[in-house]
Structure formats: C-alpha cells, structure tokens
C-alpha cells in the first residue's frame, strides 16, 4: 500500500506562484509513474502534469511554461511549481502515484484558489 499527502495549497492572486508537495509513504519502492491531476467545480479531472521515475515530464498544454513537474525520490516526494497562475487553475489538486502494475493511489487533495 501507499499513502499519498499533499500540501501547499492555498489562495493566491493571478500572476503569483505556488509549490505543491506530495508525500508518498509506505511501499514507495513499488512506485513508477507520480503526477498531478485537478478537478475544477462543475468539471472533471484532469492530468495536468506527469513524471516517471527517471524524471520525464508530461504537461497538459494549458500548463506548459508555467508550471514545472519534479520528483525527489530518495524523499518519495514529487512536487508540482506553479508559476504566472491564472484564475482557470482554480481547483482541488490530486496527488497520483501508480505502482508497476498500474494500480492507482490517490491523496485527499488539495485546493488552490487564484483570485483577485
């Protein structure tokens, strides 16, 4: 089993920056692929940003430039910086790991509110 815990979350103003943390613990040796996905109100989930182990990186296009998708894995933690943040980010962001044999684990979320 593994257990997933994000932080850093929070209210930001459009053009600011965030960090997103995930913390996997438990069997983390039986991780492959990390990512980020976000569900907005009213819509549904999305992958905005993936890494493999060996730290290739995927972004959905609305992302690209602006956020940047990372992975310590001595620490069994991926992070997820966000940068020039618009309104449209807005949303419940999931931590997402998937072992070898793609079974999927999720964290409880957390929200990143982008308001003037």
């Known amino acids: 089993q593994v257990q997933l815990v994000e932080s850093g979350g929070g209210l930001v103003q459009p053009g600011g920056s965030l960090r997103l943390s995930c913390a996997a613990s438990?069997?983390?040796?039986?991780?492959?692929?990390m990512g980020w996905y976000r569900q907005a109100p009213g819509k549904q989930r999305e992958l905005v940003a993936s890494i493999s182990r060996g730290g290739m990186a995927n972004y959905t296009d609305s992302v690209k430039g602006r956020f940047a998708i990372s992975r310590d894995n001595a620490k069994s933690t991926v992070y997820l910086q966000m940068n020039s943040l618009k309104v449209e980010d807005t949303a419940v962001y999931y931590c997402n790991a998937q072992n070898w044999r793609r079974l999927d684990y999720w964290g409880k979320g957390t929200l990143v509110f982008v308001s003037s």
């Open positions: 438990g069997n983390t040796f039986s991780i492959n692929a």
